[in-house]
């Protein structure tokens, strides 16, 4: 554990090393060769004239310090803002319990953000590590005595710290992290507010100390009255006490005649020392301004509503923290951990303002589930709840008396009360103004729903299509924008930059590296979306399953078996045509990263590319891919409903013909085979419309679908 800051804090001990003993080090300098010069506040200046004479530089410093470190300090796999935590990784057990044998976590981060804040120069870490080269302690350097050591090759060179007794310790670049602000014009400075409030600042100082020494010396009477010529000494004394009566005789008329006149000075405050004091509500704007913190968060809201003041507080965290102060300090971190996976961040769910802003989204959301215009399952994905059970549930609110009115076969027990689970559980509609309020059971509306199936299948079919291409479609766009949001961090980062050509610290003497683009895509990709989708696939299945089998063997109809050998298999069969639906995402997004290559772009060219191929993929590839998957997994439902049933014996192709229809769909309509065979459509074999292993453009955005010849009585099912 280092030592270099204990007993006390800001006077390292001496430390021997061979860098102090055998090389002296002159002051660093900036843009190889300009003279290294911390202008302006630095942090002595700040701390002196700044933190221990202002109040509100006091307050404002402390406000930031103390919120960001009451924070739970997190490192997430992925995604910095939604990736899932990485548990008990050696940067939380640093910076959320101990990280140093001499000080606690809260007291430093707090000190880490108040150097910052103050510090022209930024903040230092040292990094001690272990023999295997893990960080094991985190230790603060004192910023007014560390400066970095430029380097026209690598930027930083290392770190060199000015001990006690004059000489300087000479530390490893990758043993330190350096937090600042970068200065637009100085690399190696970090912007503070102080450089933006320092006048006002100063103007605070002298006003209060103008007002103060107004008070200690103010002995001067509220006026003089001198009368010209000889007075009396009667009359002087009745003069007197006339206007040394005291509060009893405030507001009296007083005549006071002179035999050759009288002068009158009025020595009461002016308007110039009125001003210092209007002075003194300027410079607090100006200094709450530069460091984003509002009067209320300083626990002075007076002249404010409740509902201003909440304002204040949720612009404080979302502005100054959330977008400004934590992604300063959590960004360097990022590099101790070899992993480019890993992100470091801070916690927000305990802030209570983004609390309430959350409920209050969660709130609309629910005001949308309730009029109908969310599914159920669309809100728990908006707001990031788990499914329940196995299976997500879908249900669609009405505002009619909010009905509920199903996707699949099962309620959600949002919107189901406790009640008998049999099949009379009462379902509430909307009844005619001429009839009486009469409950409509769950049998009797399965029962006009396989009506719906057995009277037109078209129709039936398409209905129930549409009722599943929205919560595929919401899965596909959350799967494209999560892979939208890794490809972008990781071309922002600095270990996919390092060493290639967008390196900005890259030297001309120095071989570039070859830029590993594959690194951009994981290969864990297309198992996420299969394992997203093979749920929906085998629910989506088995909705149609159902109501395909009560269609065709009515109440005597067997219940769909979903482990099925051949339904496991269809299955499988659909999850596994989404392979190439990341291959073609992975194709665009490549091909779009080589245009920008060959045309010479940078780092936020290239992004834009990115960002415009899967703004494509969401808004429109996203659609046709649902209707793709959802025309195959419904007719794969069918088809092995009809298996099940025991008593179909062949299959007809119904297309949907119209101007959009196929040529070779369109001669496929109406072709009968047995269950066993295959149709033959525009030269492919096919199991039935939107069959995985058929051609792709024989199956894209295809609407066909089956209706069946039993052995009894016509009964015909989409």
């Known amino acids: 554990m280092s030592r270099r800051l204990f007993a006390s804090l800001d006077r390292p001990p001496e430390r021997k090393s061979a860098a102090s003993t055998t090389r002296s ?4 300098t900036w843009s190889y060769g300009k003279p290294y010069d911390p202008s302006g506040w630095d942090l002595e200046k700040a701390v002196r004239d700044g933190l221990h004479r ?37 940067l939380g057990r640093l ?41 094991v302690g985190l230790s603060l350097l004192p910023a007014h005595r560390t400066r970095p050591i430029p380097d026209p090759r690598r930027f930083v060179s290392g770190f060199e710290v000015l001990l006690d007794s004059g000489r300087k310790d000479i530390l490893r670049p990758d043993n330190v992290v350096w937090f600042r602000l970068p200065d ?82 009025d020595l009461s405050v002016t308007a110039r020392d009125a001003q210092h004091v209007e002075t003194r509500k300027g410079t607090r704007d100006e200094i709450l301004m530069a460091f984003g913190v ?35 300090l959590a960004g360097p971190l990022d590099r101790l951990d070899d992993r480019e ?19 209050e989204r969660r709130q609309g959301l629910a005001a949308e589930v309730a009029g109908g215009l969310l599914a159920w399952e669309e809100y728990r994905e908006l707001t990031g709840r788990d499914e329940e059970g196995s299976r997500k549930q879908r249900t669609v609110l009405l505002p009619d008396n909010v009905t509920p009115v199903q996707v699949g076969d099962r309620e959600s027990p949002q919107h189901v009360h406790a009640a008998p689970p049999e099949e009379t559980r009462p379902v509430r509609e909307r009844p005619d103004e001429d009839e009486q309020d009469e409950p409509v059971t769950v049998a009797s509306l399965h029962a006009s729903r396989r009506k719906g199936f057995a009277d037109d299948p078209a129709a039936a079919i398409e209905a129930l299509r549409a009722r599943w291409e929205r919560p595929v479609t919401a899965v596909l766009r959350q799967h ?89 298999e269809a299955i499988g069969q659909l999850t596994n045509r989404l392979r190439g639906v990341e291959d073609t995402t992975w194709a665009e997004v490549r091909s779009a990263l080589a245009h920008g290559e060959a045309a010479g772009e940078g780092i936020e060219q290239l992004a834009a590319r990115v960002r415009e191929v899967f703004d494509g993929f969401t808004e429109t590839r996203a659609v046709v891919i649902a209707r793709t998957e959802v025309v195959g997994a419904s007719n794969a439902g069918s088809f092995m409903a009809a298996k099940q049933s025991n008593v179909v014996a062949r299959k007809r192709w ?65």
Not at 25 to 28: D, G, N, S
Not at 122 to 131: H, M
Not at 236 to 258: I, M, W, Y
Not at 687 to 707: F, H, K, M, N
Request: charged share 25%.
């Open 25 to 28: 080090t002159a002051l660093p």
């Open 54 to 90: 202002s109040t509100w530089v006091s307050r404002c410093v402390t406000a930031i310090a103390a919120n960001q470190a009451s924070l739970r300090f997190v490192v997430r796999q992925d995604d910095r803002d939604d990736g899932p935590e990485v548990e008990d990784h050696f």
């Open 95 to 135: 910076l959320n319990q101990r990280p140093n044998e001499h000080e606690g976590a809260f007291a430093l981060r707090m000190r880490l953000s108040m150097q910052l804040l103050l510090s022209r120069r930024g903040a230092f870490l040292e990094v001690v590590r272990s023999n295997g080269g893990e960080p």
């Open 184 to 265: 637009p014009i100085d690399p190696y400075l970090s912007l503070t507010p102080l450089e933006a409030a320092g006048l006002a600042v100063d103007t605070d100082w002298y006003a209060r100390l103008y007002l103060r020494n107004f008070l200690m010396n103010d002995g001067r009477p509220a006026g003089l009255l001198n009368l010209r010529g000889q007075v009396s000494d009667d009359d002087a004394r009745e003069l007197r006490d006339g206007f040394n009566a005291g509060p009893g005789a405030a507001g009296k008329t007083r005549v006071v005649s002179g035999a050759d006149g009288i002068d009158y000075a």
């Open 294 to 328: 509002p009067e209320s968060m300083l626990g002075h809201a007076a002249d404010r509503t409740f509902q201003n003041a909440r304002v204040e507080r949720l612009a404080f965290w979302q502005e100054t923290m959330a977008l400004g102060h934590l992604p300063m």
């Open 341 to 359: 996976d890993t992100f470091c961040t801070f916690d927000l769910t305990g802030v209570d303002v983004l609390e309430q802003e959350e409920r």
């Open 480 to 568: 494209f924008g999560r892979q939208r949001r890794h490809v972008l961090a990781v071309l922002a980062s600095a270990k996919f930059r390092h060493g290639t050509r967008f390196w900005e610290q890259r030297t001309p003497d120095r071989d570039v590296k070859a830029v590993d683009w594959d690194s951009l895509r994981p290969a864990r990709w297309p198992e996420e979306l299969t394992a997203e989708m093979a749920g929906l696939y085998a629910e989506l299945m088995e909705d149609v399953a159902e109501q395909q089998l009560a269609a065709l063997a009515g109440d005597d109809a067997p219940a769909f078996n979903v482990r099925n050998p051949e339904v496991t």
């Open 654 to 718: 119904l297309a949907i013909v119209d101007q959009r229809t196929r040529q070779s769909h369109r001669d496929a309509d109406g072709q009968i085979v047995a269950m066993n065979e295959m149709f033959s459509v525009g030269g492919a074999q096919m199991a039935y419309p939107g069959d995985p292993a058929a051609p792709a453009d024989e199956v894209i955005q295809c609407r066909c679908s089956l209706t069946y010849d039993s052995a009894q009585p016509a009964r015909v099912a989409a």
